[in-house]
């Protein structure tokens, strides 16, 4: 199983509909994906601040490849990181 980590960082003011685009958007096509097993959200509130990490699992590196993330939507972002890919023990 293949785990794969993607950070942003937002202001609290517009997280709300950075939300809800993930919902309308991200979240359907992940769950849609094939070989996708799992999506979570995760949030950090500190302060005027939010981040989020989307934690989703794969059946493999290959399902993992053959996805094309949705998110897009950088003007909500101050900062991203690369996605960072783990193999699951």
């Known amino acids: 199983m293949i785990a794969r980590i ?3 960082i ?3 003011n517009i997280s709300e ?3 809800r685009h993930l919902g309308e958007s991200v979240i359907p096509a ?3 994906a094939e070989g996708n097993q799992s999506i979570h959200i995760l949030l950090g509130a500190q302060g005027e601040f939010v981040t989020i990490l989307l934690l989703s699992f794969w ?7 053959a996805f094309r993330d ?10 991203s990181e690369a996605a960072t890919v783990y193999e699951v023990m």
Do not use: H, I, K, N
Request: proline share 3%; glycine share 6%.
């Open 6 to 8: 993607w950070r942003g």
């Open 30 to 32: 992940y769950r849609a």
């Open 70 to 79: 949705p998110q897009g939507v950088d003007e909500f972002l101050l900062a």
């Open 10 to 12: 937002l202001r609290v």
């Open 17 to 19: 509909d950075y939300l």
């Open 59 to 65: 059946e493999s590196r290959a399902a993992l490849e």
